[in-house]
């Protein structure tokens, strides 16, 4: 009876001392603005037995209304404003629960101011954001990325952490990391591949970020993945480039990511010298999968690398025999736009990203056309099908557009095309179009976050896809979807990844031996804020004996007039005047003959929307 007294009091004594203790509030808590949302942040407090934090919110500075109460690991919050860039002020204190009920003092308030954004402050927004989640939710012990957000965070995926390196470049020569620290992660990352399973040189899809060891990707598929290597070494050829300072930590970079890239073997994946490269080889399986890279999809990538190759490479030839083998070109048009190669209307438009985040396509064509074209195209096909909505899905028009592999309402995950439409939308999809479709894919970053974003908007900025008709919107980020928005924006914005990738020494060589060709025909499409419309002109430069192609793509029906004005800005030609034209695209070819050489510049006017200018060189 004495021993169970004590153990009472023992225990009241103990539960007593608990109830007594005060956690401490959190430190540095700050807000930050934007256009429609301010995002409250701070650091952890350093009491024991905490069980979360309350949010408290005032519109005036003097009354504080509980918020959310959040997670004992939430370091964030997402107010959402929605007020579409009108400056609205709001006031915010935090405090720490812990255990037994007990409440921490309120933390010192922060205070933030929304405000309209620019389109460049917008897509900076957009790619600060989504770096987030190959920086701050990288795997701690090998700083690759993680396969999603939701799922086994063991689980690292080999293709979507050369994304993040990607993005990881981004972020260095945007400031958003130090170069010190982002030259520590990349060290971080390579060391951890370096001891990491391969297969003849080839990664696995799926990577125990832990130990290194493969995680099968499914029963036969738990060896090496080509295609997965393939945009792992695009990450990491391209971060060997930007690296360049002679310095013991970058020179051991450059030289480790150089042992990594020669010791693929590109040719073992021929199967048996074959005349195609195979995605998959297992040790258990061997040649099970029997998956041959062949027709257009998102591998191209592969064929370009395994020909450059200094030390495993493959003969251009099979480019030819295996990737460009059988059914590969596409004669059709879809709502006016040639596909040149693919599947109908496209496929999903994943396959325009995937190996164009280093591979510049603009400037160069093989037999079956310039890849920037068809990639545009690609983007423009998805846009007018979704004006179209010929299912009458919820939401579906110029603004609210893109179908590709995501998260799905109703099977897990899948692709979506305009042969596979569930009403499933993934921002990935027109955002990764940005340098294809700049004025369509701003429309829809715009849209998504202004019209969407109090669900659609999270900490590592848009969440994979929604479904208007479902009221549905995931809680999810997928490695594989979130690089491609960092990258490709970038790309739109300076050609960072494009320029950094393409100075590799092994890369021009490997584009000739497969056959490629210079071609001007593909060019970033000149673009000049929300007129309604994107033009692209080429040849650029020209002679005057050449014919100029002018291709516009109209939102809206209206009369167009086109000239041309010297670098004075006196008119020099009018090249056609009021023509009626129907929304969609528009193409036609002039002639500049007798023009002298020199700079001028094309101006095109539209009844309904703004002023286009570009530049044209006449030789």
């Known amino acids: 009876m004495t021993i169970i007294r004590f153990t009472l009091l023992a225990s009241a004594l103990w539960a007593g001392c608990l109830s007594a203790q005060t956690p401490a509030p959190p430190a540095n808590v700050a807000a930050s603005g934007y256009d429609s949302h301010i995002e409250l942040h701070w650091q952890p407090s350093n009491s024991a037995n905490i069980t979360g934090y309350q949010v408290f919110r005032s519109t005036d500075g003097s009354q504080f209304d509980l918020l959310q109460n959040v997670g004992p690991s939430t370091r964030s919050i997402i107010d959402w404003t929605g007020d579409e860039g009108q400056a609205l002020t709001r006031h915010y204190k935090v405090r720490t629960t812990a255990a037994l009920g007990a409440l921490s003092d309120f933390s010192e308030p922060a205070s933030a101011t929304t405000a309209a954004m620019s389109d460049e402050q917008l897509m900076d927004m957009v790619q600060q ?32 952490s050369g994304f993040g390196i990607m993005a990881i470049v981004v972020a260095t020569e945007r400031g958003w990391v130090t170069r010190e620290a982002a030259v520590n992660r990349m060290i971080q990352i390579i060391s951890f591949l370096q001891l990491a399973d391969r297969f003849h040189g080839v990664f696995p ?22 295609v997965e290597t393939a945009f792992l070494m695009q990450g990491l050829l391209t971060a060997r480039q930007y690296f360049d300072q002679n310095t013991p930590l970058e020179n051991a970079l450059r030289n480790a990511i150089t042992g990594l890239w020669e010791a693929v073997e590109w040719d073992w994946y021929r199967k048996n010298g074959s005349g195609t490269l195979y995605w998959h080889w297992s040790p258990n399986h061997g040649w099970q999968m029997n998956f041959p890279l062949r027709g257009f999809n998102e591998t191209h990538i592969t064929y370009l690398l395994a020909a450059a190759s200094p030390t495993h490479g493959v003969p251009g030839s099979l480019y030819q025999t295996g990737w460009t083998a059988g059914n590969y070109a596409n004669g059709s048009t879809y709502y006016g736009y040639p ?19 280093g591979f510049d396509p603009r400037n160069v064509k093989d037999a079956f056309c310039n890849y920037f074209q068809r990639n545009r195209n690609h983007s423009l096909i998805q846009h007018a099908y979704s004006i179209n909505n010929p299912s009458n899905f919820t939401g579906y028009s110029a603004e609210c557009w893109g179908l590709t592999s995501s998260d799905d309402p109703l099977a897990g995950y899948r692709e979506h095309h305009p042969g596979y439409d569930n009403g499933t939308i993934a921002p990935t999809a027109a955002l990764s179009s940005m340098p294809y479709t700049p004025s369509e894919s701003l429309a829809a970053l715009r849209h998504f976050y202004r019209a969407q974003g109090e669900r659609l908007w999270g900490p590592y900025g848009f969440y994979d896809a929604f479904n208007l008709k479902l009221d549905w919107f995931a809680s999810s980020y997928l490695a594989i979807d979130q690089g491609p928005i960092v990258v490709m924006l970038e790309n739109h914005r300076t050609g960072l990844l494009w320029n950094l990738f393409m100075q590799n020494p092994e890369i021009q060589p490997a584009l000739e031996a497969l056959g490629f060709q210079p071609d001007a025909s593909g060019t970033q499409a000149d673009f000049l804020g929300k007129n309604g419309f994107d033009v692209f002109v080429f040849p650029n430069p020209i002679s005057t004996e050449e014919m100029l192609n002018v291709e516009c793509s109209i939102l809206a029906p209206q009369k167009l007039t086109l000239r041309i004005i010297d670098t004075q800005g006196r008119p020099v030609r009018a090249l056609f005047q009021d023509m009626e034209m129907p929304a969609g695209l ?22 309904k929307s703004g002023r286009w200018t570009g530049k044209v060189m006449v030789k």
């Open 129 to 160: 954001y989504t770096f987030r989640y190959f920086w701050d939710f990288a795997h701690p012990l090998s700083g690759l990325a993680r396969e999603r957000s939701n799922g086994d965070n063991n689980i690292v995926t080999t293709g979507g």
């Open 339 to 357: 596909i040149f190669c693919g599947p109908p209307a496209g496929g999903p438009l994943f396959f325009a990203h995937y190996s164009y985040l």
């Open 205 to 226: 899809h799926w990577l125990n970020g832990s130990t290194g060891k493969a995680i099968p990707f499914s029963q036969y598929d738990d060896g090496g993945d080509l």
């Open 586 to 607: 528009f193409q036609k070819t002039l002639h500049l003959k007798d023009l002298p050489q020199g700079i001028y510049f094309l101006e095109m006017t539209g009844s």
